[in-house]
């Protein structure tokens, strides 16, 4: 608990709602994006991961407290376990959903302006290629062609993540929502 001591009362409520943000579209997002990934034989969650990551690169600039981007993705891992949602990756879920926000954290260490778009870019596009990289390895088991090939679609969806990531931040702050 003395970790969440750092964190006021909004922070720890844009966390929760960040999470469940990027949980809620999944659902949404995986369909559409399978239509385009299961032709090209490419894993679907490296193309669409972009749109999940980007909920985190959210959180370190609207929080911007270490550590928010990693409770995102910690906070979406137990709510996945708890309810069952183990999908084909099972207890690697809490290991898939945890790393990429702790390489969203590393990234954002690069930037002093995390509400930037080359901040949002970086940080989405690392967590994505993080998360895709552990489900290559450890779930697919791909060989090095075809994981090049996933990694290299996760950066492409990263970056548009973090271009939306950015979009979105800016609203935000034009309409005072943050």
């Avoid at 708890?82 to 969203?104: D, K, W």
């Avoid at 062609?145 to 609203?171: D, E, F, N, R, W």
Wanted: some cysteine.
């Amino acid at each position: 608990m003395k970790m969440l001591s750092r964190y006021s009362s909004q922070d720890l409520l844009y966390i929760a709602v960040l999470s469940a943000m990027g949980f809620a579209i999944k659902p949404i997002v995986t369909p559409l994006v399978h239509l385009i990934s299961a032709p090209l034989m490419i894993p679907g969650g490296s193309l669409a991961g972009g749109f999940y990551m980007m909920w985190l690169a959210l959180a370190v600039a609207i929080v911007n407290k270490p550590g928010a981007a990693f409770l995102v993705g910690l906070v979406q891992a137990i709510v996945m376990i708890s309810l069952g949602f183990f999908g084909s990756h099972g207890a690697v879920s809490l290991i898939s959903y945890t790393l990429p926000g702790i390489s969203a954290e590393l990234a954002a260490f690069l930037f002093r302006k995390k509400d930037s778009v080359e901040a949002q870019t970086a940080i989405c596009t690392s967590a994505n290629v993080t998360g895709a990289f552990i489900v290559t390895l450890l779930i697919m088991r791909l060989a090095f062609i075809p994981m090049m090939i996933s990694l290299i679609a996760a950066a492409v969806s990263g970056i548009t993540g973090g271009i939306i990531s950015y979009l979105l931040l800016k609203k935000l702050k034009k309409y005072r929502i943050i």
